[in-house]
C-alpha cells in the first residue's frame, strides 16, 4: 500500500547527466570569469565507491502477468518528468496495485497491515459517498460529470474515498486505490493537482514526523511513504515552492546523512525521493537559496563524502547550487565544500581513467572564492601537468585548460611549483594557449569556442605576468623570450579578429574579454605590432565610448556602486561594459607616442576619459562608502591621472581649448582639501595635486583660478602635500639630525617620487602667473618652516635634487613677494642659502 507509492519513485543511474536539469544548464552562463560556467559531464560514480552486491531488482525475471503488467514493483503516482528527474532504471510500464500479493521493496513490510487494508478497501467499494447534497449519491452524478469534463470515474470515486477517509487506515487504502485506478504516465498537470488537493499535507506531514510505529513495520518505512508523497507533489513546480515543501527542506538534508542498512531497498527508495524533492525544489527560481538556508549544502557535502547510496545524486545536486549560488554555499558550507574539495583532487591526482577528465570539468566548480588549500594544489598541478603533457584530442585538453585557467584567476601562479619543473609546466600552458587562439582567430569562417579561447586569454595574461616580474619569477630568460615571440603572434590574431568585429557583436562578452587581453597586452608592450595597433585605436576608442555611455544610461550612481560591491577586485572588470579601465594603461604608454597620441586625439579620446574619470571620481567622493570599492577603482583613476599628465606635457593647446579639462579642473581643486586628509589614499592625493598644479599654469587665467575660494583651497592642500614628505630625524651617537622621509610618504615613495619633484617644479611655475598665491603660500608658513627643516638637518643628508627642487620654490616665493623675502630673511635665510650652495636664492635675499 504505502509502500507502493514509495517503490513506485525510479531509482537513478549512475551516469545521470547534468545536461537533463535545464536549472543547472542556465546557470551555467553565470557570472564566472574567463567564461567558465557549469561543465556539463556525467558525475563520476565510480571514484572511491565501495563494491557492493548489485541489489536484486523486487521481482525481476518474474513472469508478466496475465494482464499485461510486468509483475514489478507498483508505479502508483510516481511524478511525472520534471526538472532533474531521474531516468528510471528498471521498469518500462506501471503495474496495477495487487494488495493480496504485495510486491516491491516494501512487500515485507505490507503484510502486517493487510488485515486491516483489505477490510477498508471493501468498505470504501461497498458504500456509496455523499458529493455533500443529501439524496444525490456519488453513483448518481458521475457519468454525467465525468462525461463533461473527460475524467475517469473510478479515480473520481477513490478520490472521493481518499477525501472522506477518518483515519490512517482508511486513508493507507484510500490510497492504494487512487494508485490502482490511474498510471503515472497518464497522469496529467490537473489530475495531479487534484490528487494533491485530496491528499493534502497534513497526512505526509505526520509520517515524517512520527516515531512511532505498528509492531513489525520499521519507523523508516513511514517516513518513506511521507518523502514518496512530498516527491509527488514536488513533481508540479507551484507545489515545489509550497510553504510546507519549504519547511520540510531541513528534515529532508538529515536522511542524507542518515546511518542504516545499505542494502535496504525500502531506505534506498527514500533516498532517491528525498533527491526528486530536494531537486525539484533548486529547479525554482528561488529554489536554491531555501536549500542553502536549510543546510542542504552541507548534507549534501556529507553525503557525498560518506559514498552511500546516491552519493551521485548528491555530486550532480551540489554542482547545480555551486553554479546557481556559489557565493552562498562558501558563506554557508566552507568546511564541507573544502572536504569535497579534497577528495576531487586527490582522485584528479590519481585517475588514470577517463574519469580524469570528468573532473576537469567538474573541479572548477568547487574552486572556493578565498584560498585554495596547498595540497588541493598540489594535486591539481599534478594531474594537468600528466593531462596537457600527453598527447590528446580537442575534447580531452579543453576542459584542462579551462580548469587551468580558473586556477590561475583564483591563484595566480601560486599553483605552480617553483624550479624546473614548474617553469617548463608554465611554458607549456602558454603554448598550448597560444596555439589554441591562433588556430581559433586566424582562420576566417571557422566556429570559434569562445568558453575555451577565453580560457587560453586567461592563461596568456598569466605569461604576461611572469614574463614581466623581475623577482622570483618561475620563468628563466631565454623562455621569457621564447614566449613573448610566441604569444606576440596570439595577440597579432587577437588584432585580427576585433577588426572584423561588427557593431552588432561588440556587446559580445567574447569580443569583451579579447579587448582584455589586448589591453593586458598594450599594458607592457607597445612597441611591436605598432602598426596593427594604431589602425585598431579608433575601433578600441568607438568600443570604449560604446560601453561606458549604454552603462551610464542602464545604471544610476547607486546601482554601478552595488555592482562594484560585489565584483571582485582583480581581475575582473569593475562593473559589466567597464573596457576603459582595461585599455588605460595601454593607453598611457600610447599617449607619449606622437603617431598613437594623434589617434586618440582625432578620436575624441581625451574626451571620453575626461567623462570617465568624472564619473569614477563620483564614486569616492563623501557619501559613498570607499570600503566597499575595489582597488581597480582608485588605481584607474591613477592611471588616468597619467594620461592626462602625459597631454599637458606633450599636448598642452588640447588643455586649453577642449572644455572638458576646465570641468576636471573644477573637479580636482574641490575634491584635493578632502583627499590629502584621508588615509591610505595619499598616492590618489599626488596624483591629482600634481596634474592640477600642472593644468593650473596652462589654465591661469581662467576666473576660477583666481582667488577663488576653491582655487585656494586647492593650493593649500597641494601644498600640504608637499611640505609634508621629509622631517628632521635624529641619528645615534651624532649630535646634528639628518633628513628622512616621513612615515607615511616612506612606504610608498618608490611611486610618489616622480610625482613630488614635478609638482615641486609645477608649483613653482604657478608662483609668477598667481599673483595671490605667494601671499597665501606666506600665511601657510610654508618658506619659514622649510627653511627651519633645512637648517636643522646635515646639509650632507639632503641630496642635490632635493636642494634643486627647495630652492626653486624658495626663490620665486621671494621674488614674488617682499613680504615673503623678509620673512626668509628672519628665518636665517640667507645662511641656510649658503650652507646649501643656493646661489640663486643667496642673491634673491640680497636684494632689497
Known amino acids: ?128 459517498f455523499s458529493l455533500g447534497k443529501a439524496g444525490i449519491m456519488a453513483s448518481d452524478c458521475e457519468p454525467a460529470l465525468n462525461q463533461a469534463e473527460g475524467r475517469n470515474p473510478t479515480l473520481e470515486r477513490y478520490l472521493g474515498a481518499l477525501r472522506e477517509a477518518k483515519n490512517d487506515s482508511e486513508q493507507f487504502a484510500a490510497l492504494l486505490l487512487v494508485t490502482k485506478a490511474v498510471k503515472a504516465g497518464d497522469i496529467d498537470a490537473k489530475t495531479r493537482r487534484r490528487i494533491f488537493d485530496a491528499v493534502g499535507f497534513t497526512f505526509p506531514n505526520r509520517l515524517l514526523t512520527t516515531k512511532e510505529a505498528p509492531d513489525g513495520c520499521p519507523d523508516h518505512v513511514l517516513r518513506a511513504l511521507g518523502v514518496a508523497l512530498l516527491a509527488c507533489f514536488c513533481s508540479d513546480p507551484e507545489l515545489a515552492t509550497h510553504p510546507q515543501v519549504l519547511n520540510k527542506i531541513p528534515i529532508l538534508s538529515t536522511f542524507l546523512t542518515a546511518r542504516g542498512d545499505p542494502d535496504d531497498a525500502a531506505r534506498r527508495s527514500m533516498i532517491d525521493d528525498t533527491y526528486q524533492c530536494l531537486t525539484a525544489v533548486a529547479g525554482t527560481p528561488r529554489g536554491p537559496r531555501h ?198 603572434e596570439a595577440i597579432g590574431a587577437v588584432i585580427h579578429y ?97 603617431g598613437p597620441r594623434e589617434i586618440l586625439i582625432k578620436e575624441g579620446a581625451p574626451s571620453l576619459l575626461c567623462k570617465y574619470f568624472l564619473q569614477q571620481w563620483e564614486l569616492t567622493s563623501p557619501g559613498h562608502d570607499t570600503s566597499v570599492l575595489p582597488d581597480s577603482v582608485e588605481i584607474g583613476l591613477q592611471t588616468c591621472c597619467h594620461i592626462f599628465l602625459n597631454l599637458v606635457v606633450t599636448a598642452p593647446g588640447l588643455i586649453k581649448r577642449d572644455a572638458c579639462f576646465t570641468s576636471l ?70 649630535d646634528q639630525a639628518v633628513l628622512a622621509l616621513s612615515p607615511d610618504y616612506e612606504g610608498i615613495w618608490a611611486d610618489l617620487q616622480e610625482l613630488w619633484f614635478l609638482g615641486m617644479q609645477a608649483f613653482t611655475g604657478c608662483v609668477p602667473l598667481l599673483p595671490w598665491l605667494a601671499p597665501a603660500a606666506l600665511r601657510s608658513r610654508w618658506p619659514q618652516e622649510l627653511l627651519q627643516l633645512l637648517g636643522s638637518v646635515s646639509p650632507n643628508s639632503v641630496k642635490p635634487e632635493m636642494v634643486a627642487a627647495y630652492q626653486g620654490v624658495l626663490v620665486e616665493l621671494a621674488r614674488a613677494n617682499r613680504l615673503c623675502r623678509e620673512a626668509m630673511r628672519l628665518q636665517a635665510g640667507e645662511e641656510t642659502a649658503s650652507h646649501y650652495r643656493m646661489a640663486a636664492l643667496e642673491q634673491c635675499l640680497s636684494e632689497p
Not at 49 to 63: E, F, M
Not at 666 to 681: C, E, F, I, K, Y
Open 1 to 128: 500500500m504505502v509502500l507502493g507509492l514509495a517503490a513506485s519513485r525510479p531509482a537513478p543511474t549512475g551516469a545521470q547527466s547534468l545536461t537533463a536539469e535545464p536549472w543547472l544548464s542556465a546557470a551555467s552562463t553565470s557570472s564566472r570569469s574567463m567564461g567558465l560556467g557549469a561543465p556539463t559531464f556525467s558525475p563520476l560514480t565510480q571514484r572511491r565507491r565501495k563494491k557492493r552486491k548489485k541489489p536484486r531488482t523486487p521481482d525481476s525475471g518474474s513472469a508478466r502477468k496475465k494482464d499485461g503488467s510486468n509483475g514489478g514493483t507498483p508505479c502508483g503516482l510516481a511524478p511525472c518528468s520534471a526538472i532533474g528527474q531521474i531516468p528510471d532504471r528498471s521498469f518500462s510500464e506501471p503495474a496495477q496495485i495487487d494488495t493480496d500479493t504485495p510486491r516491491g521493496p516494501y512487500r515485507d513490510f505490507i503484510v502486517p497491515y493487510r488485515d486491516f487494508i483489505v477490510p477498508c478497501r471493501d468498505s470504501i467499494l461497498s458504500q456509496p
Open 291 to 488: 536549500l542553502i538556508a536549510g543546510g542542504t549544502v552541507s548534507a549534501l557535502c556529507q553525503a557525498y563524502l560518506g559514498h552511500g547510496y546516491g552519493f551521485d545524486q548528491a555530486l550532480a545536486l551540489l554542482v547545480g547550487l555551486l553554479a546557481a549560488a556559489e557565493t552562498q554555499c562558501w558563506k554557508e558550507a566552507e568546511p564541507d565544500l573544502l572536504a569535497v574539495l579534497r577528495g576531487l583532487s586527490e582522485d584528479f591526482q590519481k585517475a588514470e581513467d577517463a574519469s580524469k577528465f570528468e573532473l576537469c570539468q567538474l573541479l572548477p566548480l568547487f574552486l572556493p572564492p578565498t584560498t585554495v588549500p596547498p595540497e588541493c594544489l598540489r594535486d591539481l598541478q599534478a594531474g594537468l601537468a600528466r593531462i596537457l603533457g600527453s598527447k590528446l584530442s580537442s575534447w580531452q585538453r579543453n576542459p584542462a585548460l579551462k580548469l587551468a585557467a580558473r586556477l590561475a584567476h583564483a591563484c595566480g601562479s601560486d599553483w605552480i611549483p617553483a624550479g624546473s619543473s614548474g617553469s617548463k609546466f608554465l611554458a607549456l600552458l602558454v603554448n598550448l594557449a597560444c596555439v589554441e587562439v591562433r588556430l581559433a582567430l586566424e582562420e576566417t569562417g571557422t566556429e570559434v569556442k569562445e568558453d575555451v579561447v577565453t580560457a587560453c586569454y586567461a592563461l596568456m595574461e598569466l605569461g604576461i605576468q611572469e614574463c614581466t616580474r623581475c623577482e622570483q619569477s618561475l620563468l628563466k630568460e631565454p623562455q621569457k623570450v621564447q614566449l613573448v615571440s610566441i604569444m606576440k
Open 498 to 594: 576585433l577588426q572584423q568585429v561588427g557593431p552588432e557583436k561588440q556587446k559580445e562578452p567574447f569580443v569583451f574579454a579579447s579587448v582584455r587581453i589586448l589591453g593586458a597586452w598594450l599594458a607592457e608592450e607597445t612597441s611591436s605590432l605598432r602598426k596593427e595597433v594604431c589602425q585598431l585605436l579608433p575601433f578600441l576608442v568607438h568600443y570604449a565610448k560604446t560601453l561606458y555611455e549604454e552603462a551610464e544610461e542602464a545604471n544610476d550612481l547607486s546601482q554601478q556602486v552595488a555592482n562594484l560591491a560585489i565584483s571582485p577586485t582583480t581581475p575582473g572588470p569593475a562593473w559589466p561594459g567597464d573596457a576603459l579601465r582595461l585599455l588605460l594603461p595601454g593607453w598611457c604608454h600610447l599617449t607619449v607616442e606622437d
Open 665 to 734: 579642473m573644477n573637479t580636482l581643486m574641490t575634491s584635493l582639501p578632502a583627499l590629502v586628509q584621508q588615509q591610505g589614499r595619499l598616492l590618489l592625493a599626488a596624483n591629482v595635486a600634481t596634474l592640477g598644479l600642472l593644468m593650473a599654469r596652462l589654465l591661469s587665467t581662467s576666473p576660477a583660478l583666481q582667488g577663488t575660494p576653491a582655487s585656494r583651497g586647492f593650493f593649500a592642500a597641494a601644498i600640504l602635500f608637499l611640505s609634508q614628505s621629509h622631517v628632521a630625524r635624529a641619528t645615534p651617537g651624532s
